[in-house]
Structures are given as structure tokens and as C-alpha cells.
T-cell receptor, first 109, second 112 residues
């Protein structure tokens, strides 16, 4: 099955940019997503990208997709303390989402 | 509210007991999904319902797990003879299309 990997932790200073990376093995996914999970809360969809796109920008969020390298990234500009959370990439295959392992983002003052 | 709701928010049970977890999807959403989030396994797909079609049960980990969706709306996930490894957060999501799944807050299940 699909294998989706992320780094476990990322620490940045408030105001800096954060880049969260995701690598995957199955290139047949049509949609690739980024979700945010705050402590004790469910998953919040942040943004998604079609597999025929290279980049998508949505306010402070930029998603980059490199299909050749099977690499997806999420850049958060001007990171704020409210961005502290766990971020999951997810790939849609058929009827289900396959999630990455999650990256815990810590924003320091 | 207009979002996906799940109940109970927390459930503590003894090993060997049966549990039922409930999901109320967003009104009008035809697709409903169950996922499980646990420390050892991350986020895993369990089951998918779409309209009146036969559900996709390919993610259910054992025959102790079952789910139904009545009237195309509310869904119940049942775990029989619970085991400690069933302890996890069970997440429900619904969608109108397959593009965007909206998640509920989850039910935290603890099996003692």
C-alpha cells in the first residue's frame, strides 16, 4: 500500500517561515491534502492540490508538489504561535485518504 | 452546529465489552468515513459509505469491527469484545464529493 512519510518535529521562531515536508510512494493519487490538528481537536483541512499542479498558494500557505520526486511540501509564511499543531499530509486513493505520520510544529517566541 | 458531530467524546470500557460509537455527518453529505488514530499506527482508514452503495470495508482491522449507516445519515461503529489495542481516537468524516472531507472531533476510546 501507500507509504507516506513526514518528519516528526519542526521548531521555528515566530515570524519565520515553516516548511513541512511529505514524501510518498504511490504516484496515482489525484488529490493531495494538508490537514492541521490542534490538541484535543479533530482534523482541519488547510488546503489541497490537484496532482496536475505544481504549486498552489492560499494566503500564508504555499503548497509545492514535485511528482517526479514524489515530494509534497507546505510552507507557512510568517508563522504565528497559533500555527502550533500537528500537520498531516494525506493522499486520496480511491475512496480513502492515506495519511502521513504527522509533523508536530512548535512555534517559539 | 453545522459540522460533523460524534458521541461520546470519551469512552472508557473494560476489555471484552462491546462499544458503539456514533457519527452525525453534515446534512446533505452523501459520503461518510471512519478513521482511527492511534499512537502506534497513526491515522488509518477503516470504512467508507457512499449513498446506497455497498460500503468499502477494506480498512476494518478484524471481524470484531462493524459499521452501519442508517437512512443514509447517522453511522454507528461497533467494536465487539474490545481489546486494549483498540484504544485510539476514532474519527468520522463526511463529504459531498470526494474532494474535501470534513472531520468530527473524534471519540477517544480507552480499553482497560
Amino acid at each position: 500500500g501507500e507509504d507516506v512519510e513526514q518528519s516528526l518535529f519542526l521548531s521555528v521562531r515566530e515570524g519565520d517561515s515553516s516548511v513541512i515536508n511529505c514524501t510518498y510512494t504511490d504516484s496515482s493519487s489525484t488529490y493531495l491534502y494538508w490537514y492541521k490538528q490542534e490538541p484535543g481537536a479533530g482534523l482541519q483541512l488547510l488546503t489541497y492540490i490537484f496532482s496536475n499542479m505544481d504549486m498552489k498558494q492560499d494566503q500564508r500557505l504555499t503548497v509545492l508538489l514535485n511528482k517526479k520526486d514524489k515530494h509534497l511540501s507546505l510552507r507557512i509564511a510568517d508563522t504565528q504561535t497559533g500555527d502550533s499543531a500537528i500537520y498531516f499530509c494525506a493522499l486520496r486513493g480511491g475512496n480513502k485518504l492515506t495519511f502521513g505520520t504527522g509533523t508536530q510544529l512548535k512555534v517559539e517566541l | 452546529g453545522a459540522g460533523v458531530s460524534q458521541s461520546p467524546s470519551n469512552k472508557v470500557t473494560e476489555k471484552g465489552k462491546d462499544v458503539e460509537l456514533r457519527c452525525d455527518p453534515i446534512s446533505g453529505h452523501t459520503a461518510l468515513y471512519w478513521y482511527r488514530q492511534s499512537l502506534g499506527q497513526g491515522l488509518e482508514f477503516l470504512i467508507y459509505f457512499q449513498g446506497n452503495s455497498a460500503p468499502d470495508k477494506s480498512g476494518l482491522p478484524s471481524d470484531r469491527f462493524s459499521a452501519e449507516r442508517t437512512g443514509g445519515s447517522v453511522s454507528t461503529l461497533t467494536i465487539q469484545r474490545t481489546q486494549q489495542e483498540d484504544s485510539a481516537v476514532y474519527l468520522c468524516a463526511s463529504s459531498w464529493t470526494s474532494d474535501e472531507q470534513f472531520f468530527g472531533p473524534g471519540t477517544r476510546l480507552t480499553v482497560l
